[in-house]
T-cell receptor, first 112, second 113 residues
Framework: GEDVEQSLFLSVREGDSSVINCTYT??????LYWYKQEPGAGLQLLTY?????DMKQDQRLTVLLNKKDKHLSLRIADTQTGDSAIYFC????????????FGTGTSLTVIP | EPEVTQTPSHQVTQMGQEVILRCVPI?????FYWYRQILGQKVEFLVS????????KSEIFDDQFSVERPDGSNFTLKIRSTKLEDSAMYFC???????????FGNGTRLTVT
């Protein structure tokens, strides 16, 4: 299957920006997603981007896509303690059929 | 907003028993999935289901597992002869059109003792 990689941990101070990075291997990747998982809960869709875009902004969230380097990032502006969670990157490509491939998740800790 | 619902939220079973995990996908969705997440590990694809049949399955999804859509609303995952290593969170997900993202339920935590 395809590989999606993320760093495991990130700590930021409340009010700072957080940047969570993701790399993937699927050259046919068409859709890329960010999900948030709070303790004991399911995966909540935050935002997604089509591969013909290089940026998408949605309130405090900015997604940047570098398709050449197969690199996706999620920037959270003015990070709040409620943003502490695990963030998963996922991708789906033309070669992966119905499958969505998920990264290991990045655990974001926001320090008050 | 419509959501995917899963029951039970926590299931404890003894090794060797059979369990059925239940899901009600979003009502107008067409594609249904099961994923699992062993504690601290990746979210792993198990199976996808479309048009009343399995469309894809991973190598994890062997003969121990089966899925069913017994009526117009439920989507179930049956695990036969459970093993200790089946302990995990099991997530159901669904999506509408071919281009739409996955929407997940809150998961069922399965503990095999």
């Amino acid at each position: 299957g395809e590989d999606v990689e993320q760093s495991l941990f990130l700590s930021v101070r409340e009010g700072d920006s957080s940047v969570i990075n993701c790399t993937y291997t699927d050259s046919s990747s068409t859709y890329l997603y960010w999900y948030k998982q709070e303790p004991g809960a399911g995966l909540q869709l935050l935002t997604y981007i089509f591969s013909n875009m290089d940026m998408k902004q949605d309130q405090r969230l900015t997604v940047l896509l570098n398709k050449k380097d197969k690199h996706l990032s999620l920037r959270i502006a003015d990070t709040q303690t409620g943003d502490s969670a695990i963030y998963f990157c996922a991708e789906r490509g033309l070669n992966t059929g119905n499958q969505f491939y998920f990264g290991t998740g990045t655990s974001l800790t926001v320090i008050p | 907003e419509p959501e995917v619902t899963q029951t039970p939220s926590h299931q404890v079973t003894q090794m060797g028993q059979e369990v059925i995990l239940r899901c009600v996908p979003i009502s107008n969705h067409l594609y249904f999935y099961w994923y699992r997440q062993i504690l601290g590990q990746k979210v792993e694809f198990l199976v996808s289901f479309y048009n009343n049949e399995i469309s894809e399955k991973s190598e994890i999804f062997d003969d121990q597992f089966s899925v069913e859509r017994p009526d117009g609303s439920n989507f179930t995952l049956k695990i036969r002869s459970t093993k200790l290593e089946d302990s995990a969170m099991y997530f159901c997900a669904s999506r509408g059109t071919d281009n739409s993202p996955l929407h997940f339920g809150n998961g069922t935590r399965l503990t095999v003792t």
